[in-house]
């Protein structure tokens, strides 16, 4: 034997050891070179072969381990094993050797004894096939062992159990684990045999041993239907267990079972078995019988199962239940459901268990079960979103508990959504119990609840937010007052904490807020308020030290009402005015200011235009008395002169004091009639003086259709055309102003009229074509100075229009002139006949007439007594009213011609007293402009004014109307 890399020290150590040692080369057939004495006389002398291939070892298949064993001639051994460790080592070393014994295991003739029984089949695999089957499985299942060796054994498994056995085959060899199952396996006569198995997985290999087990089987399947068919019976009802030979048509049955359903007599034996007859004979091709039928007054079920007998014969072995006691149960209960089914609500009825017991119809159309599968309430979390809250609700019923209605929102497949009601009750029978839920659609219940609650909230929050506080006060039939509601914000307004507020019900509390000077006010105010059961509206002050005054203003308004029991309630409100009451005084104090500005404006005004009309009035005066005098050619010249200075004079006074009325809202327009076509020839006669003065030719284009009457206010149209006119006259110079008046239509009895003022003057820029219309305002202050004029005119006339419901509008281009142009309606007086007029328009002789001038001015007594005298009238002048009072009680007066302001008594005195004495027509003269004296002569027992400086035209017209007027004549 070779000796490589053995140190001879251990040599004999290694040699006498009781453990078995040996060595073998690294390279095929990896001989063994040494082997100590206790591996000789186990294995060594025995081995043919010295090498690991001899002893049926594959080394390969042990490199990653450190132990292995070997089986050598029917005895098993095991050896610790250590591979190469270096290029310098070229062995395997197996050291530790020793054999295994196991006590009590057969000896081999034993175990081949074994292998060689009949009764069970036992078989060694590898992988999925077998490597050895015992001789057993010829009687067993027919086959020769080497029939089955070597070959996949799936067919011979029965389909039913084929997967079964598949799966449990894959967990064994998985895990290395025993295994038992029973399978169907056929045999070589093709008839399928129960085997019970059981089978051991190694790492490759598996152990089988399997026993066939059809009749204990058989058996025990015959004796599993018998009980079956017991307790169905007994589930049912009483029961009667029979054997029923078909062949011979024979029964066995317990006679003293058949009496206790009433079956007692032979003839009603006989009756019964008949039926049991028929049934079998219907039955002949099928092995199990399940049928109910009626007999007599009673109703059966049968159950039958068709068994092989011992002689080969067809045997049925069955149980005769009576279940008349059932069926009127079933009945009543069908009963039931239909109650349930006709109710007006979704009904859904479970078990004890679990189980849906019945459901209706309408259950069914609300739940759209139609979409999807409900099998139980947990389905029904396919539907509600709060799937765990309605899980718990139905846990709770489980133990008994009736609990309050679940509500939730259900969402359907097609999209629709409700909000559900759910209520549950229980119902408790002597085998089970019943939980019964009825579903109700309380979708708009619901809405409306969310509703209500969002208004309320809205309600409670606006009572909070709104400024001030609200309250609730009740009087009751004991004239006890209390506040049955104060919100929040009644703290701010009394200047009480919210903790105040819950002890504040008295209104004795509130009263000792209120200034001692206010409370009578509030007391009175809410007194009348119940009487009169009108709103209550007060304001008063509240005491508050935080403010300087001590107080704060509060307003407080309520509505009353009378409820069923006879008691007051005021719904109302308080709210802090203290701001508002401080800007109404600072307004006050405003308007005060204001006021005290325009009566010195007013003032000014009144004694500008006083101061200017007295001489102006003597030198009007004066002029028309020249002119009466036949005056040469220049003399009327220089006289025309002055008049047209005076006019203008008199037309910025005029101006002045109709910017003052239409200012204080006092200018108003009168609806009188009038002909159209003759006032406007009127003005433009009045203007041509004007016309030839400033070399410009002055045309009228007039609609023949104008010659109507019609009713406005003529003195304000003559106005704004003359306003017009003068101004187009004033900025043009040798050139033309055309004025046009034409007729654009009728509808009903107005008709209305475009008017329109055109010149060849100097024009209007367009960046001042609306300055011209601003109070005082012209384009440029070169105008003042060259034109003249108080910048009024314009502005007076688009107020007048405005007035009188029309609006004038301007086109110019600078160098080219101006259009002033607009439309006004005109209400067509129904007597459109003129008048007849004699002497100058009155049809009476005023030669004769005699008048009294009361008159303080000496001045304007001389040029009014000229201007009389140059009419022909004969007149009596007193300096003051008070003589002209005692005038008329002396002498009689066609006409009196009273100054407004006199030393002694003043015109309106004098005008009152004289009108207490006799009817004698009275005409106004004063240089006044205040608007209280025009406003008080208007209102007065006045019959006529005539404004100073006086027009001796206008007021010899005064004159002929008043006079006329009394006498009616007119």
């Known amino acids: 034997m070779k000796e490589k890399g053995i140190n001879s020290t251990f040599k004999k150590l290694i040699f006498e050891s009781s453990e078995m040692v040996f060595l073998a080369d690294d390279t095929y057939p990896y001989s063994i070179f040494y082997s100590n004495e206790s591996f000789e006389e186990s294995i060594g002398s025995n081995l043919n072969d010295k090498s690991l291939i001899g002893l049926g070892l594959d080394i390969s298949n042990y490199i990653f381990k450190e132990e292995l064993q070997l089986v050598h001639d029917g005895r098993e051994f095991s050896f610790r094993l250590e591979l190469p460790q270096d290029a310098g080592t070229n062995y395997f070393l197996f050291y530790k050797g020793k054999e295994l014994k196991a006590k009590g295991l057969p000896s081999g003739p034993e175990i081949q004894q074994f292998f060689k029984r009949q009764l069970d089949l036992l078989a060694v695999g590898k992988h999925d096939y077998l490597t050895y089957l015992n001789p057993a499985v010829l009687p067993v299942l027919g086959y020769h062992a080497e029939e089955l060796l070597q070959g996949d054994l799936c067919y011979l498994i029965h389909p039913d159990d084929l997967t079964r056995v598949r799966k449990i085959w894959k967990k064994g060899k998985a895990q290395q684990m025993e295994t038992f199952f029973h399978a169907k396996i056929k045999g070589k006569d093709g008839r399928f045999r129960y085997l019970e198995f059981s089978v051991q997985f190694s790492e490759n290999n598996f152990n089988l041993i399997a026993r066939d087990v059809s009749e204990s089987l058989a058996e025990k399947e015959a004796i599993k239907k ?221 809405s409306l609840e969310k509703t209500l609650e969002e208004s309320s909230n809205f309600l409670i929050n606006l009572t909070e937010q709104v400024p001030g506080g609200l309250y609730q006060l009740v009087l009751d039939q004991n004239g006890k007052m209390n506040f049955s509601f104060l919100s929040k914000g009644i703290s701010s307004v009394l200047g009480i904490s919210e903790s105040e507020i819950e002890e504040f019900n008295d209104i004795t509390s509130a009263l000792t807020k209120v200034h001692t000077k206010d409370i009578p006010n509030l007391v009175m105010s809410t007194v009348a308020s119940a009487r009169k059961l009108e709103p209550w509206q007060c304001q008063f002050r509240v005491r508050d030290e935080k403010e300087p005054s001590g107080f704060r203003w509060v307003m407080g308004a309520a509505r009353p009402q009378v409820l069923e029991n006879g008691d007051m309630v005021w719904y109302g409100y308080l709210t802090d005015i203290s701001n508002q009451k401080e800007f109404e005084s600072k307004l006050d104090d405003a308007r005060q200011t204001a006021e005290k500005a325009s009566q010195i404006k007013s003032d000014f005004l009144s004694m500008i235009s006083h101061e200017l009309r007295t001489p102006l009035n003597a030198i009007s005066g004066s002029v028309y008395s020249l002119k009466q005098e036949n005056p040469t050619d220049s003399q009327l010249n220089t006289l025309q002169t002055i008049s047209f200075a005076v006019d203008n004079l008199i037309i910025m006074i005029n101006d002045l004091l109709d910017f003052q009325k239409i200012e204080a809202g006092k200018l108003s327009i009168e609806n009188a009639p009038f002909h159209l076509s003759e006032t406007i020839n009127q003005v433009l006669k009045g203007l041509a003086f004007h016309a030839r003065d400033s070399k410009n030719q002055l045309n009228l284009d007039i609609d023949p259709n104008l010659n109507v009457i019609v009713k406005s206010d003529k003195t304000r149209l003559s106005q704004i055309l003359n306003n017009l006119i003068t101004n187009a006259l004033k900025f043009t110079h040798e050139g033309q102003v055309d004025v046009r008046a034409k007729f654009l239509g009728q509808k009903g009895d107005r008709i209305k009229i475009h008017f329109e003022v055109q010149d060849t003057g100097v024009g209007i820029a367009k960046e001042h074509q609306e300055r011209i219309f601003n109070d005082f305002d012209q384009v440029k202050p070169s105008f003042n100075s060259k034109y003249g004029g108080t910048g009024l005119g314009l502005s007076i006339t688009r107020r007048l229009l405005k007035l009188m419901g029309s609006n004038i509008s301007l086109e110019s281009e600078v160098g080219k002139g101006s259009v002033f142009y607009f439309d006004m309606e005109f209400e067509l007086d129904q007597d459109q006949t003129p008048k007849g007029v004699i002497l100058n328009g009155f049809n009476r002789d005023f030669s004769t007439l005699h008048l009294l001038m009361a008159e303080d001015n000496d001045v304007n007594a001389l040029v009014l007594g000229k201007i009389i005298k140059k009419w022909g009238y004969t007149y009596d002048r007193v300096p003051n009213g008070s003589l002209a009072v005692d005038a008329v009680q002396s002498k009689n007066y066609d006409c009196i011609l009273m100054d407004i302001q006199m030393p002694v008594m003043d015109g309106f005195e004098a005008t009152e007293r004289i009108k207490a004495i006799k009817d004698i027509p009275i005409i106004a003269l004063t240089a006044a402009a205040k608007l209280e004296i025009m406003e008080r002569i208007e209102s007065s027992g006045f019959d006529g004014f005539v404004a100073k400086p006086i027009d001796a035209a206008e007021l010899l017209k005064a004159i002929k109307e008043v006079v006329s007027a009394k006498s009616h004549q007119f």
């Not at 169905?232 to 009802?237: E, L, N, Q, R, S």
């Not at 019988?289 to 079920?301: H, N």
């Not at 559900?420 to 029978?429: G, I, M, V």
């Open 226 to 446: 018998e009980l079956e068919l017991q307790q169905k019976a007994a589930i049912h009802g009483p029961a009667v267990a029979f054997h029923f030979d078909a062949t011979e048509h024979k029964i066995d049955w317990d006679k003293k079972s058949l009496s206790k359903f009433g079956i007692s007599s032979k003839k009603d034996r006989k009756s019964l078995l008949e039926k049991i007859k028929s049934i079998s004979e219907e039955s002949i091709n099928i092995d199990k019988v399940e049928k109910k039928f009626a007999w007599g007054q009673r109703f059966f079920s049968l159950l039958m199962n068709k068994e092989e007998g011992a002689d080969g014969k067809d045997l049925w072995v069955g149980a005769l239940i009576d279940e008349t006691s059932q069926k009127l149960l079933e009945d009543e209960k069908d009963l039931f459901k239909s109650f349930l089914e006709l109710s007006a609500e979704p009904i859904l009825v479970v078990k004890g268990d679990g189980d849906f017991f019945f459901q209706n119809q309408i259950f069914s159309n609300l739940l759209h079960t139609e979409d999807f599968e409900i099998k139980s309430l947990d389905d029904l979390c396919q539907v509600f979103e709060e799937c765990s809250l309605l899980q718990s609700w139905f846990a709770s019923h489980q133990d008994g508990n009736e609990i309050k209605p679940w509500l939730g929102e259900a969402s359907f497949p097609n999209g629709k959504s409700v909000v559900l009601e759910l209520s549950c009750k229980l119902h408790q029978t002597a085998k089970d119990s019943y939980r019964i839920y009825s579903f109700k659609d309380v979708t708009e219940k619901s």
